[in-house]
């Protein structure tokens, strides 16, 4: 996939297919029950014990040549560089459109309220990028969740 520079834009469609089940299931997101297998491309967003309802499932992103650390985006719309001093960072992200072989992503924020992060891990952020979905080769699910203002 990444070492393939030709843009056919079927290099990309395992990851741009699941993405694109994850992002209709945050658009309709209704709490289904039932048990199934934990994974990506589960037919609903799935809920804690709690009675709150799922609208994210938070995803990490790794590139072909990040040598196994995820992709890390700023939180914020400044001029800033992941790493740089006083940038602060996530490498956890919610999709928000699909449209081929492109994604544009919501950077998720660690939850600040040490109190409400147990139920409610990320907070929203104003930070958007788009990715050519032909440099993932892998993306990491994690727990389905609530974020405020999406």
Not at 52 to 76: D, Q
Not at 115 to 135: D, G, H, K, Q, R
């Amino acid at each position: 996939m990444c070492e393939n520079n030709n843009n056919n834009s079927n290099d990309c469609k395992c990851i741009a297919e699941i993405l694109t089940v994850i992002c209709i299931l945050q658009q309709n997101a209704n709490c289904a029950d039932g048990c199934c297998l934990d994974t990506c491309d589960r037919g609903f967003l799935g809920c804690s014990t709690t009675s709150l309802n799922c609208n994210t499932r938070p995803i990490m992103l790794y590139t072909c040549c990040g040598n196994g650390t995820p992709w890390s985006m700023p939180t914020t719309k400044e001029a800033v560089v992941c790493g740089d001093a006083g940038a602060v960072c996530s490498n956890v992200f919610r999709v928000e459109k699909i449209d081929g072989c492109c994604a544009t992503f919501r950077v998720l924020a660690p939850n600040p309220d040490a109190a409400e992060a147990a139920t409610i891990p990320y907070v929203a952020t104003n930070s958007f990028f788009t990715m050519n979905l032909n440099c993932v080769c892998v993306i990491k699910c994690l727990q389905d969740t609530f974020v405020e203002c999406i």
